[in-house]
């Protein structure tokens, strides 16, 4: 008998693809094969139908004109292209970038990628709950900034940055704003529409799509000038060159048409499940929720526990799939760089846990994580005894 599957509740890493959206995507493989690019048969026509079909649908989710969306390989592509090609477009009028402590490493590297190439970076830190105070931003502009780049939900604490007032203020100053939201589509409300955001990073992956594939958002009014990353054949306008790879392009588009349907029920089903959960753990004593826990998505829960090593304990909890305060390093034993911007000891972040929700989570398997949590952490916290 092999053990059953641990428990995923690390949606937060990824998602497994919506059986709809696998669905959706098969036919584009073998039998509509075409390349979307061949104007002169029927292959071309309905696969470059079906690309266009997907852009709108993705472009729906988030108020956004079709026409805005370059489809990438994910969002650690499209903050590349967004920070890289925006920045060194506007080389002439500055060489400033301004990013938050707590981004993911996918905008901090292009970050420090600019840097070798003669710009300067302001890297600001967060208050204590995860979320940028303002007053520091606003502190941080300077007439030769001429990109800012926060994210809109935060991949390990969940909390939601105001990107349409960090907007305003770099809109005032005529300083482009990128937000990745790789972590937000289906989980909070974008209005690109009504932002003042520039550039926007998507991600088919996180939301119950394939991985490999996903956008960059690019203003067309008022315009966003971006130099391209890569250079050949002139899809995507230019900006990102390659075969489009029809059967992605059709999961994200489907993957995204189900979140903006299922988004207000699925939120609150997930919020359900997050309240139980956060009542049993509650249960178990010393809790510590990181992050603001009212300007948060439902589907995050970053804890620890009193006098409980965090890392023991997920060593302990074999039945549960999630991620510990130091797992985002890449496997290194390093402490996540978010939860010590918020001030976290090493010690902290390393005791923390996250643990995320997401479509597929049912109410028995939340009941079953914590009995496992609880169990364990009895244990560590009491190692002498042996009573359960
Ligand atoms: C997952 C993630 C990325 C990377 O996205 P990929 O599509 O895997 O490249 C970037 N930013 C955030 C906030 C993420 O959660």
């Not at 941080?140 to 001429?146: F, G, I, K, S």
């Not at 972590?183 to 926007?200: E, F, R, S, Y």
């Not at 994200?252 to 919020?271: H, K, N, P, T």
């Not at 049993?280 to 004593?285: K, M, N, P, R, V």
Request: glycine share 10%.
């Amino acid at each position: 008998m092999t053990a059953p599957p641990p428990i995923y509740l690390d949606y937060a890493a990824t998602t497994p693809c919506d059986p709809r959206v696998v669905d959706a995507m098969v036919p584009w493989l073998s039998e509509h094969f075409g390349n979307p690019s061949s104007r002169s048969h029927a292959w071309g026509w309905q696969a470059q139908e079906a690309v266009e079909h997907a852009r709108g649908q993705v472009a729906a989710l988030i108020g956004a004109d079709p026409r805005e969306i370059v489809w990438t390989s994910g969002a650690t592509e499209s903050n590349n292209l967004a920070i890289v090609g925006a920045a060194r477009c506007r080389a002439a009028r500055g060489r400033h970038v301004v990013t938050v402590a707590t981004e993911h490493q996918a905008v901090l590297d292009p970050v420090r990628a600019l840097g070798k190439q003669g710009f300067e970076a302001t890297v600001l830190p967060v208050q204590g709950n995860g979320l940028l105070d303002l007053d520091r931003l606003r502190d941080a502009l300077r007439p030769d900034t001429v990109l800012a780049s926060v994210m809109l939900v935060n991949n390990e604490i969940g909390v939601v940055q105001d990107v349409a007032a960090i907007g305003r203020l770099c809109r005032e100053r005529g300083i482009l704003l990128h937000v990745d939201a790789a972590q937000a589509t289906g989980k909070v409300g974008i209005d690109w529409a009504a932002w003042p955001v520039d550039l926007m990073s998507l991600t088919a992956h996180k939301s119950y799509g394939p991985k490999g594939i996903g956008a960059l958002v690019v203003r067309r009014e008022p315009r966003v000038p971006v130099e391209p990353l890569l250079h050949g054949g002139g899809q995507e306008r230019g900006l990102r060159p390659g075969t489009l790879p029809t059967h992605q392009i059709v999961g994200m588009g489907a993957a995204f048409a189900l979140a903006g349907a299922e988004m207000a029920v699925e939120r609150e089903r997930i919020r359900a499940l997050r309240d139980r959960l956060l009542r049993g753990l509650s249960a178990i004593g010393g809790l510590v929720v990181n992050g603001d826990l009212e300007r948060r998505v439902p589907h995050n829960l970053n804890v620890a526990f009193a006098g409980v090593d965090g890392e023991a304990l997920l060593t302990g909890c074999t039945g549960l799939a999630l991620s510990s305060g130091s797992a985002c390093a890449s496997g290194s034993a390093a402490p996540s760089h978010v939860l010590r911007a918020l001030g976290c000891s090493d010690e902290l972040a390393h005791a923390s846990l996250r643990i995320t929700i997401g479509r597929f989570t049912t109410e028995a398997e939340i009941d079953a994580a914590l009995l496992m949590l609880r169990a364990q952490a009895a244990r560590r916290r009491e190692p002498m005894t042996h009573l359960e």
